[in-house]
């Protein structure tokens, strides 16, 4: 699809409970020319990631009836600054859009990785995904080889992020949650998991102690609630928890889950529970790149991505994520 107008998506009410398409707008306007200390750039590729749902309710954060936020990947076609030049390939956050104007603070060239590094991994194993993953395993865990690891929503970006890197980082048995069947079968058959299981099964501390009888060192969380005692329960004394994202309560924040009943069992078992944002780690990306990009170049990392093409997807994109009709990264592509 080509575009003679930039259109931009914009939020035109808060949700009750999950979000609807009838809260998004799609507007249209001419593309617009940089000014001095600008680009103008045609995006490419765009992330939608289940922290945006946790946007759609702030106003900080997404102010209603304005251009939203999100990872993006373009190309420039002019430039009123030397840094950016025509023809660069850039990463920047002035998503759902298909034109950006931007500066060179809010964008990052495209790194020249060579042969067998997609475009797409700068988003997913090479971006905010991967990094998160990344630091949650060796900055925040400190995940060391030979031990066991529980991951949370594990069939999501970040969750097949972590498998595949932890692997690399020698961890011992791996163990995750999805959503259905399928996405069991994709953990344990395409991503490199020992075990996995569907959280609607049972109560999950149950279905996570079938399924790692012998405990856990560590657990990378992402859910929150149930999955957030299951870990607790599971890990063994000195256990860590790194704790990314809440991803079980973002449709229901004026009434989130209660806290885990064996939340006392964190001193029982020395346990380190600790939250972290990966805005606040941006510094480990030259060490997830020494780690990575060899690997990808060789294919011993592969991509987990979930592609729709199409801007005009986007919104059915973000639904569909939140819903977990994804496996890996969900990607927009033009």
Do not use: C
């Not at 600008?38 to 900080?60: F, G, I, K």
């Not at 995940?143 to 991951?151: A, I, T």
């Not at 996995?196 to 790692?212: K, N, Q």
């Not at 987990?304 to 969900?330: C, P, Q, S, Y």
């Amino acid at each position: 699809m080509t575009y003679d107008t930039m259109i931009t998506v914009r939020q035109n009410a808060r949700p009750d409970g999950f979000p609807a398409p009838g809260l998004f707008d799609f507007v249209e306007s001419p593309v617009p020319a940089p000014g001095p200390g600008t680009a103008l750039v045609e995006n490419l590729q765009w992330s939608v990631d289940p922290y945006h749902r946790e946007a759609m309710d702030s106003d900080e954060l997404w102010a209603l009836d304005s251009p939203m936020e999100g990872r993006t990947l373009g190309r420039v076609l002019d430039s009123r600054d030397p840094a950016l030049r025509t023809g660069d390939l850039v990463l920047h956050r002035k998503g759902w859009r298909t034109h950006s104007l931007v500066t060179p603070a809010e964008a990052r060239r495209v790194p020249d990785l060579g042969p067998g590094v997609p475009l797409a991994a700068h988003l997913s194993l090479l971006g905010g995904t991967g990094l998160s993953a990344y630091v949650g395993l060796t900055r925040i865990a400190r995940l060391q080889p030979g031990e066991d690891l529980f991951v949370s929503a594990a069939a999501g970006g970040v969750g097949t992020a972590a498998g595949r890197l932890a692997r690399v980082l020698g961890a011992g048995r791996l163990v995750g949650s999805a959503g259905s069947a399928r996405k069991v079968a994709y953990l344990t058959e395409e991503a490199g998991f020992d075990a996995a299981f569907d959280y609607h099964a049972g109560p999950v501390t149950e279905l996570l102690a079938r399924a790692a009888p012998d405990g856990v060192d560590v657990a990378l969380e992402g859910v929150g609630g149930e999955h957030l005692e299951a870990a607790i329960d599971a890990l063994r004394e000195y256990g860590r928890i790194a704790w990314v994202g809440a991803v079980g309560q973002y449709h229901s924040l004026s009434a989130p889950p209660p806290a885990p009943r064996n939340l006392f069992d964190v001193v029982g078992k020395s346990i380190r529970l600790e939250g972290f944002l990966v805005s606040n780690h941006q510094d480990a990306l030259e060490e997830l790149y020494d780690l990575a990009v060899p690997r990808l170049r060789s294919g011993e990392l592969p991509l987990d991505v979930t592609t729709v093409a199409g801007f005009e997807h986007i919104v059915d994109a973000f639904l569909g994520m939140l819903r977990g009709e994804n496996t890996g990264k969900m990607l927009v592509t033009r």
